[in-house]
């Protein structure tokens, strides 16, 4: 237990460190988290609709400020080229990013051409059973996710960083409200990136 957590206190901290110097980035991980925070209450209600949301709101507004907010220049405050944050990244870094939602893109468009799924689920009738059939196979597609990136850090690394990088996954948003729920005053402030950020920049 000891190991663990200190394991997931690093994942943490490398997350923050490394991929949250822009306070629009954060202030978007706010309104991501917060969506991910109600899609865990409908998952005890109606687990489609609770992917929806997650992936609709939760993962789009993530990414959206990871992929054109987040700076990809050098990083001063921790002496690290972008290329090298990417590299070393435990989780889903960008490369790895662009498949998976290029995945959950293409399935609604699969779902259109086959409403079975090359018969794996019921076919839709109407509208409304589409959209709740995206919901579900978009949650298939969240859980073969993490447990598939699970199974890369159990083959890489260790049973410790594996379940230290789900339980992370997993209790994001929770941190991430604790962290970035003053970002988007700070944003309106004209507050765009971290003071470690602008005063490694005037270094340079």
């Given at each position: 237990m000891p190991r663990f957590a200190e394991t997931l206190r690093e994942q943490r901290l490398d997350?923050?460190?490394?991929?949250?110097?822009?306070?629009?980035?954060?202030?978007?991980?706010?309104?991501?988290?917060?969506s991910f925070l109600a899609a865990y209450v409908l998952l005890l209600i109606d687990p489609p609709?609770?992917?929806?949301?997650?992936?609709?709101?939760?993962?789009?507004?993530?990414?959206?400020g990871h992929f054109f907010f987040e700076p990809k220049t050098y990083d001063g405050v921790n002496r690290a080229t972008h290329a090298h944050k990417e590299e070393i990244k435990v989780g889903y870094?960008?490369?790895?990013?662009?498949?998976?939602?290029?995945?959950?893109?293409?399935?609604?468009?699969?779902?259109?051409?086959?409403?079975s799924l090359f018969g794996l689920i019921?076919?839709?009738?109407?509208?409304?059973?589409?959209?709740?059939?995206?919901?579900?196979?978009?949650?298939?597609?969240?859980?073969?996710?993490?447990?598939?990136?699970?199974?890369?850090?159990?083959?890489?690394e260790d049973l410790v960083a594996s379940l230290a990088w789900a339980t992370k996954i997993a209790t994001d948003p929770f941190y991430d409200v604790k962290l970035y729920w003053r970002a988007p005053l700070q944003v309106l402030r004209g507050e765009l990136f971290s003071p470690e950020w602008q005063e490694a920049a005037k270094r340079r």
């Open positions: 997350d923050h460190r490394l991929y949250h110097h822009s306070r629009i980035n954060q202030a978007l991980h706010l309104v991501s988290a917060s609709l609770a992917a929806l949301v997650a992936w609709l709101v939760g993962m789009t507004s993530r990414q959206i870094n960008l490369r790895r990013k662009v498949v998976l939602m290029a995945i959950w893109a293409m399935l609604p468009v699969i779902l259109l051409a086959d409403p019921e076919p839709h009738d109407d509208w409304r059973d589409f959209v709740r059939s995206v919901g579900l196979v978009w949650l298939v597609l969240g859980l073969a996710g993490v447990a598939f990136r699970m199974a890369q850090l159990l083959w890489r």
